[in-house]
Structures are given as structure tokens and as C-alpha cells.
Nanobody, 123 residues
């Protein structure tokens, strides 16, 4: 089973930047899609971004396009989420997730989850 550990969350002022990291271990030889989701208090867990291992293609929630960048370092088994121009509405717990095969954007399609890291954006 793949284990995922997120880091890099914190408190930042609106307009600031943060970089989240997700280190994966326990991989098999399968191809994995990696994604970031987020969950604000009282709301459903929401897809934010994903990246394909086989093609490198990336996918984003419309509201983060142009502000967030997902990337991966396959040699380090790590995926990153670079977040810029942060807004108070980006405040949430951010979760890393993985699945074998290609990218999906729905929560139920992902098998492995990290513990989450809090991102708080103050106005």
C-alpha cells in the first residue's frame, strides 16, 4: 500500500505563496496519478489539481488555474503544489492522493490518502 505524507502548510497573508509537498512510499511498479484535494470546514472535499505520471499532463480546478502549479519529481517519489496569489477562500486542509492508472478528478476514484496539511490564508 502506498503511504503519503504531506508537508508545507501554514498561515499566509492573502497574496502570498506556499509550496506543499507530498512524499510517497511503498510504491509498486504501477503507474500512479497524483492529486491534491482540499476540504474547508463544513464543505465537501474538493479536487484541486492532478498530474499524470505517464504523460505529465496536469489538471486544475478552474478557480486555481494560473495561481497553482502541480509538479512531480519521480526520482524522489514526491509531488508538489506551488500556490501563489493565495486568497482567503483557499483556506482548507489540503490532502494528497494517489491512484493507479490515469488521472481522475473525483474523490472516490483515489485509493490512497495522506493525513492532510492545513493552509490558512488571512485577509
Amino acid at each position: 500500500q502506498v503511504q503519503l505524507v504531506e508537508s508545507g502548510g501554514g498561515l499566509v497573508q492573502a497574496g502570498g505563496s506556499l509550496r506543499l509537498s507530498c512524499a510517497a512510499s511503498g510504491r509498486t511498479g504501477s503507474t500512479y496519478a497524483m492529486a491534491w484535494f482540499r476540504q474547508a470546514p463544513g464543505k465537501e472535499r474538493q479536487f484541486v489539481a492532478a498530474i499524470s505520471e505517464s504523460t505529465g499532463s496536469t489538471y486544475y480546478l478552474d478557480s486555481v488555474k494560473g495561481r497553482f502549479i502541480i509538479s512531480r519529481d519521480n526520482a524522489k517519489n514526491t509531488v508538489y503544489l506551488q500556490m501563489a496569489s493565495l486568497k482567503p477562500e483557499d483556506t482548507a486542509v489540503y490532502y494528497c492522493a494517489s491512484r493507479t492508472g490515469e488521472v481522475r478528478t473525483t474523490r472516490n476514484e483515489y485509493d490512497n490518502w495522506g493525513q492532510g496539511t492545513q493552509v490558512t490564508v488571512s485577509s
